[in-house]
C-alpha cells in the first residue's frame, strides 16, 4: 500500500474543496472519498487503487433515509447497506431493493458499506485486481488478457474489444429496475443522473466508469413513488449460496391487471459491463399475458444481443432461465 494523506472535512464542500485541492497541488494527483470502504481499502491493499488523499465522509450528515415531497423515497450516500436493506418503507415499497441488498457480501460487509460505495464498486475480474497482469481497466492500452483468458464469470453484455469486465453489484441493478436518481455535488455545482446514465460502457475508455469528474460527491440517491400494486423481486443466481458474486441476476418489477402485464421494469446483474436495463425484455412484456411463455420470449429479447466469451456461454442460458424465473415468481406472488 502507498502512503496517502488522510482528512476528516466538516462538510460536503469542504470534502470537495479538499479534492480539488489535492488535484491543483499535486499535477495527476488523484482524492478517494473513503466511508465503510470495502472496497477501496482492498484495492490499496492490492496497489490497484493508489490516491495520495483519502477524504474521509463519515461524519457528514449523508446518512438518512427520509421520504419525498412526492411520496418517493431519498437515500443518502452514507447509509449502511443493512440499514438501507431493514428500512420499513424499502421492505414494504421498495422490496426489490431490499432483496437485492440482503443477497450481497455478507451481513458484517453490509454493516460498513454504503449506498454511494456500491454505486462505485468496482469489478471482480481477475486481472484488473492483479497489477502484475495487463488490464486496460487499470492501465489503459496494456490490453484486456480476460478475453482470450480466465472470463468464465466476466460479461456477455455491453462488451468491447478493450474490456469484458463484469459490474458486481447487486444493488445497482434493483436500482436500475427502480428507476434511481443520483445526486452529485462537485466543482461544477450540482446535478442529478438517472441511475441508466450514471454508469459508462467501456468501450475504448473502459477506465472511466461513471460520468463523475474528478472531485463529484455523491450526497443522495432518490426513488420515484412506488408503483401501487407493483410485484418486485430479486433474484440471484450464483456458484455458492453466500458471500458469491452473480453469475447472473435479475431484478423484475412488474404492475399485472386483468392476466396481462401493463407495466414492467427489467433490469439484470452479472452478465453486463454495467447494471443492464432491458427495454427489450420490457417491450415484449407489456401488453402480453402474464405467463411463462411471454416471460421465456422477454428473456430470449433480453439475450439477444449477448456476446459470449470462450468460457462464459452458459451465462447465455442461464441468465435466460433467472429471468423468467424472476418474472413467473414475480407474476405469482
Not at 437485492?100 to 464498486?121: F, H, K, V
Request: glycine share 8%; hydrophobic share 40%; charged share 20%.
Amino acid at each position: 500500500m502507498h502512503t496517502f494523506e488522510f482528512t476528516r472535512p466538516k462538510d460536503s464542500a469542504g470534502a470537495i474543496r479538499a479534492a480539488a485541492q489535492t488535484k491543483t497541488a499535486q499535477q495527476g494527483a488523484e482524492s478517494r472519498f473513503v466511508a465503510g470502504g470495502t472496497t477501496l481499502i482492498d484495492l490499496m491493499k492490492l496497489n490497484v487503487e493508489t490516491p495520495s488523499q483519502l477524504i474521509d465522509i463519515n461524519r457528514l450528515p449523508l446518512a438518512t433515509i427520509e421520504e419525498t415531497s412526492d411520496g418517493g423515497l431519498k437515500i443518502g450516500a452514507t447509509v449502511r447497506n443493512s440499514d438501507l436493506a431493514h428500512h420499513p418503507r424499502v421492505q414494504k415499497d421498495y422490496a426489490v431493493l431490499s432483496q437485492a441488498l440482503l443477497s450481497g457480501a455478507s451481513a458484517q460487509l453490509r454493516n460498513m458499506a454504503t449506498t454511494a460505495g456500491n454505486l462505485l464498486q468496482r469489478t471482480r475480474c481477475v486481472y484488473f485486481r492483479d497489477t502484475a497482469m495487463a488490464c486496460n481497466k487499470r492501465e489503459p492500452g496494456t490490453g484486456c488478457p480476460a478475453i482470450t483468458g480466465f472470463n468464465r464469470t466476466l460479461a456477455i453484455l455491453g462488451t468491447s474489444e478493450s474490456c469484458i469486465a463484469t459490474n458486481p453489484s447487486d444493488m445497482n441493478v434493483a436500482l436500475a429496475a427502480l428507476e434511481a436518481t443520483v445526486h452529485v455535488q462537485g466543482p461544477k455545482g450540482v446535478r442529478a443522473v438517472p441511475i441508466g446514465e450514471f454508469h459508462l460502457l467501456p468501450g475504448s475508455t473502459p477506465q472511466r466508469e461513471t460520468v463523475l469528474e474528478p472531485g463529484d460527491l455523491i450526497t443522495y440517491v432518490t426513488l420515484p413513488p412506488p408503483i401501487a400494486g407493483s410485484k418486485q423481486l430479486y433474484l440471484k443466481l450464483r456458484d455458492r449460496a453466500s458471500y458469491e458474486f452473480a453469475l447472473a441476476s435479475a431484478a423484475v418489477v412488474l404492475t399485472i391487471a386483468n392476466g396481462k402485464v401493463t407495466r414492467a421494469r427489467v433490469a439484470m446483474g452479472g452478465v453486463g459491463t454495467k447494471p443492464w436495463r432491458s427495454p427489450e425484455a420490457e417491450s415484449a412484456l407489456v401488453g402480453q399475458t402474464a405467463d411463462a411463455a411471454s416471460f421465456r420470449k422477454a428473456a430470449e429479447a433480453a439475450l439477444r444481443n449477448a456476446k459470449p466469451q470462450s468460457e462464459n456461454a452458459f451465462k447465455v442460458e442461464l441468465a435466460k432461465r433467472c429471468l423468467t424465473h424472476a418474472l413467473q415468481t414475480a407474476a405469482t406472488s
